[in-house]
Nanobody, 120 residues
């Protein structure tokens, strides 16, 4: 069983910054991809309409959605089994519930989600 615990969401004005953290615990392989997805308000059906924001492999290779390139940075600390998302220059359209994800060998595990709200 894998547990993911997110922290760092909140309310921020447009142009501001937030940093999300997600700590993984339990039984998982060292080779995996950790990342962040988001789901805009009003579309909270689990597993649906959830879009990739950024992910990073255990080898440190990142991948970003076009909408966040240049503004968000994903990183991880393998020793702590933790993934981070530094979000700068936030926009109102970034408002969503952000979910931590760990993917390995075809399996996906999700955190409970953390709300990020960007006011204009």
């Amino acid at each position: 069983q894998v547990q993911l615990v997110e922290s760092g969401g909140g309310l921020v004005q447009a142009g501001g910054s937030l940093r999300l953290s997600c700590a993984a615990s339990g039984s998982f392989f060292s080779i995996n991809t950790m990342g962040w997805y988001r789901q805009a308000s009003g579309k909270q059906t689990p597993g649906k309409q959830r879009e990739l924001v950024a992910a990073i492999t255990s080898g440190g290779i990142p991948n970003y959605a076009d909408s966040v390139k240049g503004r968000f940075t994903v990183s991880r600390d393998n020793a702590k089994n933790t993934v981070y998302l530094q979000m700068n220059s936030l926009k109102p359209e970034d408002t969503a519930v952000y979910y931590c994800n760990i993917a390995q060998y075809g399996l996906n595990y999700w955190g409970q989600g953390t709300q990020v709200t960007v006011s204009s």
